[in-house]
């Protein structure tokens, strides 16, 4: 059997391509038809799985690594991406663990068919653990209906991966999690991606009226809140968190080498030389290396220990955590960046441009800045996460 490496799956030559055509796809807003092709003929959407059923086997060290490349010079396409395959990393880390509930979206994906992720809401700050979807048991499956924001792969995707609360007992709602299938009935997706940046992700809503999901789609019925919460979602947080995490400092990887670069061709009729020979310049990328450096070795480690199944009390904690960290580095790296390339980083023809804008994006993902302050505070301090008050 030939190993297929991480170089195969992302070649020089394909990174070159999608380095070419990602100002394309974000200046006519369009998905990333081309590089999407590519990913999956090399075998990248399938890195994920178990070698035998095809897949590359990675762990999610050594698949945060492979986003870090993508997001390098394609963020939107690393983004979107991620949400396929962190369904694919759950499920096989799941089925190490013991637990076949998902093994229909390792064989579906080693067919070729692909996942989507369909969790965001409007009006629901606890994502995957509360809903403002309804899911009604019927005969043979459940009706879903609701409406969904942020899904990306929207053109492409087979299996819409959501969840939904059923209600039925109100003193005991339940969380409903199913794969809808591409050609069900009862959902439609509107054109309304037309936003700051990753652009190409193509993250259309999803509205759903009744739409039946088969029980052997159904991939997990739990208690609502964090009392339902167990390997499933926390792998979930760890395979869609750090891969975020990861494409966000890829591109504050992308914006930090740009700014190096450049900054010893331009000069200062004042300081008589290059700016990079200005002290506060100088400062500044000083403080963009030390953010760099510790955002990775935070994911880095939390990845590896997670990949070698280190049984941390504190999971929860430590996932919200280097999101938290992570993708707050990176946009200070890239607010530097910006600071840093001066008035040429308004036009569009510059690189920075659109980093700062894909950027910007990491703030809206699931884990920001507010939910993760009360969920790392409230578990340090022993506090019921689901017990009132919320900060809200």
């Known amino acids: 059997m030939t190993t297929v490496t991480t170089t195969d799956l992302l070649t020089d030559d394909m990174l070159a391509r999608f380095d070419q055509r990602a ?19 090399s075998g990248y959407t399938r890195c994920a799985l178990p070698v035998d059923v095809g897949g590359s086997g990675l762990a999610l060290d050594e698949y945060t690594q492979l986003v870090r490349r993508l997001a390098y010079v394609a963020p939107a396409t690393a983004l979107a991406t991620n949400m396929h395959c962190y369904w694919t990393g759950l499920a096989t ?38 809903s403002t979807a309804a899911a009604e048991r019927v005969e043979g499956g459940w009706q879903i209906s609701g409406h969904k924001i942020f899904g990306s792969l929207s053109p ?45 992700t193509q993250s259309q809503d999803t509205i759903l009226e009744k739409a039946f999901v088969p029980d052997e789609l159904v991939g997990l019925v ?25 494409t966000y400092l890829g591109a504050a990887k992308r914006a930090f ?9 331009r000069t ?52 919200v955590g280097t999101r938290k960290f992570v993708i707050d580095q990176a946009f200070a790296i890239v607010d530097n ?19 700062f804008r894909d950027v910007r994006m990491g703030r809206f993902h699931p884990g920001n800045t507010m939910l993760a302050h009360e969920l790392i505070g409230k578990l340090c301090l022993g506090i019921d996460p689901d017990a009132a008050p919320r900060w809200a």
């Open 23 to 41: 100002p394309v796809y974000d200046r006519e807003n369009r998905f990333f038809d081309e590089d999407f092709e590519e990913l999956k003929a």
């Open 222 to 246: 739990c208690p609502a809140g964090f009392a339902g919460a167990g390997l499933f979602q926390v792998g979930i947080f760890a395979w869609a968190l750090m891969g975020f995490a990861a």
């Open 93 to 130: 880390d799941l089925r190490k663990m013991g637990d076949d509930s998902l093994q229909f979206v390792i064989d579906r994906a080693a067919e070729g068919k692909i996942f989507c992720a369909l969790h965001g809401e409007p009006g629901n700050d606890l994502p995957l653990l509360l």
């Open 257 to 265: 080498d740009l700014t190096v670069e450049n900054l010893p061709r």
């Open 268 to 319: 200062s009729i004042a300081i008589g030389g290059t700016l990079a020979n200005h002290p506060e310049f100088q400062h500044t990328v000083a403080d963009m290396r030390v953010a760099y450096d510790a955002a990775e070795a935070l994911l880095e480690r939390t990845c590896a220990d997670w990949a070698a199944g280190v049984e941390h009390a504190d999971w929860p904690v430590r996932l």
């Open 156 to 200: 492409v995707w087979d299996y819409g991966g959501l969840h939904a609360m059923d209600t039925s007992d109100p003193e005991h709602p339940q969380i409903v999690h199913v794969f809808l299938p591409r050609e069900a009935r009862g959902y439609q997706i509107m054109d309304t991606w037309d936003t700051l940046g990753m652009r190409a």
């Open 337 to 355: 960046a910006m600071d840093l390339t001066g008035g040429a980083g308004a036009f569009k023809r510059n690189r920075m441009e659109q980093l």
